[in-house]
Nanobody, 126 residues
Framework: QVQLVESGGGLVQAGGSLRLSCVAS????????LGWFRQAPGKECEFVAG????????DYADSVKGRLLISRDNAKNTVYLQMNSLKPEDTAVYYC???????????????????WGQGTQVTVSS
């Protein structure tokens, strides 16, 4: 069982930045692929960014490329999402997710992920 706890959400003006963090309670963190997803009101949950088990591969939704950066620190069991140049359309609840012992690179597939956090709200005002 893996527990994921997100933090770092909040209210920010358009053009601003936030850094989300997600801490995992597992001894096998270094074997997990990790992803960030988001869900805006009235919309489906969508892929935002993913990073493979080694950190050597990342993937991003087209809507966030060049603005958001995913990274991981295996020593701290933590995955980050640095969010820059935020837009009102980035407003959503952001979830981190873990795929335990996944060595592939197909990071955007929601069904891949076994464990999910409770989410953190990000609100971008215009």
């Amino acid at each position: 069982q893996v527990q994921l706890v997100e933090s770092g959400g909040g209210l920010v003006q358009a053009g601003g930045s936030l850094r989300l963090s997600c801490v995992a309670s597992t001894r096998t963190f270094s074997t997990c692929a990790l992803g960030w997803f988001r869900q805006a009101p009235g919309k489906e949950c969508e892929f935002v960014a993913g990073i493979n088990w080694s950190g050597g591969r990342t993937d991003y939704a087209d809507s966030v490329k060049g603005r958001l950066l995913i990274s991981r620190d295996n020593a701290k069991n933590t995955v980050y999402l640095q969010m820059n140049s935020l837009k009102p359309e980035d407003t959503a609840v952001y979830y981190c997710a873990a795929a335990q012992s996944y060595r592939g690179n197909y990071l955007s597939k929601k069904d891949l992920y076994d464990y999910w956090g409770q989410g953190t709200q990000v609100t971008v005002s215009s």
